[in-house]
């Protein structure tokens, strides 16, 4: 060998030293024990989850096998399901089940507005055009949820802007007509259940839009090519492999419109009828009224139904494809 | 006899891209044909062209004699294995398989009877009921082509369906496919960029450039008689010539080639032949490739295994039999 004489070895041991410090030993630490790492990171939110959320829901369950007193007013703290029959009288199952019809309408109107929008953004939009897709079903996100409903308010009162474009159009009968039908009719739109509709589908479109392009984007387009390739026509291509592989997504989205409708307050308050839906009641019974066992029972409603809807899509296989 | 597929003067173009340019070709009833190009040729366009998912910006595509302008996928019988295998994750093997006779309004318990003749036919019976994502690359590869292959396509196009499976699968599935071509007789369009692949089980290859087919012929024709520096170059290892070079032995001025197995290496130096020196040894098993640099000129000879085997650095002369120096055409 030619003398390649290194002049005193710089210290190259093959275990390195600790570097030493606390933030060292606490690497150490974390890579001995992977688990304490995960403990420590998940502490806080499963505390919170566990405290204040599922804390927070328990009570209210509680509170709603209380009783009102009709005299005093008093919360009697005794174990009774006499709010739940209570929750039963004609009155109120009818302010559930036209809840529950307009969550169910809004979610299905979101899922065919939605769709369409979805496979454009996952399919075709690239580059600035996805950017413009984002930003463009964002955007709505950004602005306060009042300022919306209120400007909905506008569009659709009876001098509004919609009412306005129609006249222009020379469609005002049609719009007439629309008003006169029973129950989804009305003075004008502002005040009709199908305004309400209209407001609750804009409001939450993006929770549909997002969830299912996020399932079509995980559908290679090999996939549908490989259907029509065996001969299926692009009809049969969405049925049997578009649409089962966006269920999830769908379902996703519905979860959000549905359990959406079934609890806001708000929108129907602005733009609608007098006729409650589920979240006014809550708010009417736990505020004036001071009837917090019924408004529990009431917010414990859209949670079973949820439940239900959650069972029976699993049931479906709406999950299988995830 | 009317071609399987042929292309006229088929350009399809991509903007500026020309991805395939005014490209002829014959491909014949129970022909098994490869295209062979690098990534961005032409070939997996050409392939998709056949099956209908890109329409030709120029030129006429006739599939046994009949126009395929304007026709969808869905009406052409021809049908892919997908790179990807393109395997339903929502539905199960079995399913996958029958999707073609499912689609055709075929019943339940026929299909799925077709179904499992289809999967004993690429060996893999039994195997209905589970789901693509539980299958190894090599059975989802068996699925894909069983469900390709379910509806009788008159022409069976694969996009580089051994590209994801390791060495020893692939060879076993190349004999596979092979035997498979033979007993159906489907026409096979077969698309790879490995050019071991595409002659040891093609009857004829197509060798594919920048949009353009290079050569088309035999196995034998393009691995011994390359038509230009490319085909000479991306098919193989042949050793590709100057002029200058070809000229001396040939007393031609045009490009040459030769295949490295056609030189013969001699030990002592200043011997009869190309003066060349050792640059490296590949032992391939079968034999020992050198890397040689005779004037400047990197060559390339196998040694078969048991031969004396020159060291690194050594200087060496190189013959050849002069009928082996294979002429390219002018302009190549």
């Given at each position: 060998?030619t003398?390649?004489t290194?002049?005193?070895?710089?210290a190259?041991?093959?275990?390195?030293p600790?570097?030493g410090?606390?933030?060292?030993?606490?690497?150490?630490l974390f890579?001995?024990?992977?688990?304490f790492?995960l403990?420590l990171?998940?502490l806080?939110?499963?505390?919170?989850l566990?405290?204040?959320?599922?804390?927070?829901l328990?009570?209210?369950?509680?509170?709603s096998f209380?009783?009102i007193?009709?005299?005093?007013?008093?919360?009697n703290?005794?174990f009774?399901?006499?709010?739940?029959?209570?929750?039963?009288?004609?009155s109120?199952?009818?302010?559930?089940?036209?809840?529950?019809t307009?969550?169910?309408?809004?979610t299905?109107?979101?899922?065919?507005i939605?769709?369409?929008?979805?496979?454009?953004?996952?399919r075709?939009?690239r580059?600035?055009?996805?950017?413009?897709?984002?930003?463009?079903?964002m955007l709505?996100?950004?602005?306060?949820?009042?300022?919306k409903?209120?400007?909905?308010k506008?569009?659709?009162?009876k001098?509004?802007?919609?009412?306005?474009l129609?006249e222009?159009?020379h469609?005002t009968?049609?719009?007439d007509?629309?008003?006169?039908l029973?129950?989804?009719?009305g003075?004008?739109?502002?005040?009709?259940?199908?305004?309400?509709?209209i407001?609750?589908v804009?409001?939450?479109l993006?929770?549909?839009i997002l969830?299912?392009?996020?399932?079509?984007?995980?559908v290679?387009v090999?996939?549908?090519?490989?259907s029509?390739d065996l001969g299926a026509s692009?009809?049969?291509?969405?049925?049997?492999?578009?649409f089962?592989l966006?269920?999830?997504?769908i379902?996703?989205g519905s979860?959000?419109?549905?359990?959406l409708?079934?609890g806001?307050?708000?929108i129907p308050?602005?733009?609608?009828t007098?006729?409650?839906?589920?979240?006014?009641?809550?708010?009417?019974h736990?505020?004036t009224?001071g009837?917090?066992p019924l408004?529990?029972?009431f917010t414990v409603?859209?949670i079973v139904?949820?439940?239900?809807?959650?069972?029976a899509?699993?049931?479906?296989?709406?999950?299988d494809?995830? | 006899m009317t071609p399987?597929?042929?292309?006229?003067?088929?350009?399809r173009?991509?903007?500026?891209?020309?991805?395939?340019?005014a490209?002829?070709l014959?491909?014949?009833p129970g022909?098994?044909?490869a295209?062979?190009?690098?990534?961005?040729?032409?070939k997996?366009?050409?392939?998709?062209?056949?099956a209908?998912f890109?329409?030709?910006t120029?030129g006429?595509?006739?599939i046994f004699?009949?126009?395929?302008?304007?026709v969808?996928?869905?009406?052409?019988?021809?049908?892919?294995?997908?790179?990807?295998?393109?395997?339903?994750?929502?539905?199960?093997?079995?399913?996958?398989?029958a999707?073609g006779?499912?689609?055709?309004?075929i019943?339940?318990?026929e299909?799925?009877k077709?179904a499992e003749?289809?999967?004993?036919?690429?060996?893999?019976?039994?195997?209905?009921?589970r789901?693509?994502?539980?299958?190894s690359g090599?059975?989802?590869?068996?699925?894909?082509?069983a469900r390709?292959?379910?509806?009788?396509?008159?022409?069976?196009l694969l996009?580089?369906?051994l590209g994801?499976?390791?060495?020893?699968l692939?060879?076993?599935?190349?004999e596979?496919?092979?035997i498979?071509q033979?007993s159906?007789?489907?026409?096979?369009?077969?698309?790879?960029?490995?050019?071991?692949?595409?002659?040891?089980?093609?009857d004829?290859?197509?060798?594919?450039n920048?949009?353009?087919i290079?050569?088309?012929?035999t196995?034998?024709?393009i691995y011994?008689?390359?038509?230009s520096?490319f085909?000479?170059d991306?098919v193989?290892?042949?050793?590709?010539?100057?002029?200058?070079?070809?000229?001396r032995?040939?007393?031609?001025?045009?490009?040459g080639?030769?295949?490295p197995?056609?030189?013969?290496?001699?030990?002592q130096?200043?011997?009869?032949?190309?003066?060349a020196?050792?640059?490296?040894l590949?032992?391939?098993?079968?034999a020992t490739?050198?890397?040689?640099?005779?004037g400047?000129?990197?060559?390339?000879?196998?040694?078969p295994?048991?031969?004396?085997l020159?060291?690194?650095?050594e200087?060496?002369?190189?013959?050849?039999n002069?009928?082996q120096?294979?002429l390219m055409?002018e302009?190549?």
């Open positions: 060998m003398a390649a290194i002049t005193s070895p710089p190259n041991p093959a275990i390195l600790a570097r410090g606390i933030l060292s030993s606490l690497s150490d890579w001995r024990r992977p688990k790492l403990l990171m998940l806080p939110p499963l505390l919170w566990g405290i204040v959320y599922l804390g927070a328990l009570a209210l369950l509680l509170q209380f009783s007193d009709e005299f005093s007013g008093m919360i703290r005794e009774t399901l006499k709010t739940y029959s209570e929750l039963l009288l004609p109120n199952i009818d302010i559930i089940l036209r809840t529950v307009m969550a169910a309408l809004v299905v109107a979101s899922a065919v939605a769709f369409p929008i979805a496979y454009y953004a996952a075709y939009a580059g600035k055009w996805k950017a413009l897709f984002y930003l463009g079903v709505p996100l950004w602005s306060s949820y009042l300022v409903v209120y400007a909905w506008l569009i659709l009162a001098e509004g802007i919609l009412g306005w129609l222009k159009l469609l009968w049609l719009l007509a629309w008003l006169s029973p129950i989804v009719g003075n004008s739109l502002s005040v009709s259940f199908t305004g309400t509709f407001v609750f804009y409001v939450w993006p929770f549909m969830p299912i392009q996020a399932a079509l984007e995980r290679p090999s996939l549908t090519e490989a029509g692009p009809g049969q291509t969405f049925r049997h492999v578009v089962p966006a269920l999830p997504g379902v996703a979860i959000f419109t549905f359990s409708t079934l806001d307050y708000i308050q602005i733009i609608g007098s006729r409650l839906f589920i979240g006014q009641a809550v708010y009417a736990q505020g009224a009837n917090i408004a529990a029972a409603v859209p139904i949820m439940g239900f809807y959650l069972w899509a699993k049931r479906m296989g709406a999950f494809a995830l | 399987a597929v042929s292309f006229t003067k088929v350009s173009h991509f903007g500026t891209v020309r991805a395939v340019d490209v002829d014959e491909i014949q022909e098994f044909f295209m062979l190009g690098p990534s961005g040729s032409g997996t366009t050409c392939l998709r062209l056949i209908g890109e329409q030709p120029a006429h595509i006739r004699g009949e126009e395929a302008q304007g969808p996928p869905y009406r052409r019988n021809v049908n892919t294995v997908f790179q990807d295998y393109a395997l339903f994750p929502h539905l199960n093997v079995l399913d996958n398989v999707y006779l499912m689609v055709r309004g019943g339940r318990a299909r799925h077709a003749e289809a999967l004993a036919l690429v060996r893999l019976p039994g195997f209905g009921a789901k693509p994502s539980q299958l090599g059975q989802r590869q068996r699925v894909a082509l390709a292959l379910i509806n009788r396509p008159k022409v069976l996009d580089e369906p994801a499976l390791d060495l020893k692939r060879e076993s599935m190349q596979e496919l092979k498979l033979t159906l007789g489907i026409t096979f369009v077969f698309v790879t960029h490995d050019q071991g692949e595409a002659l040891s089980m093609a004829r290859v197509a060798v594919f920048e949009g353009r290079m050569q088309v012929g196995p034998q024709d011994q008689k390359p038509r520096r085909v000479a991306f193989g290892s042949s050793n590709v010539l100057p002029p200058d070079f070809v000229q032995y040939a007393g031609q001025r045009r490009w080639s030769l295949r197995e056609s030189i013969r290496v001699a030990r130096a200043a011997g009869e032949g190309v003066q020196r050792v640059v490296a590949n032992y391939l098993g079968s490739r050198l890397s040689l640099d005779a400047g000129l990197r060559l390339h000879a196998t040694v295994a048991g031969a004396a020159p060291e690194p650095g200087h060496v002369a190189l013959t050849f002069r009928e120096l294979h055409e302009g190549a």
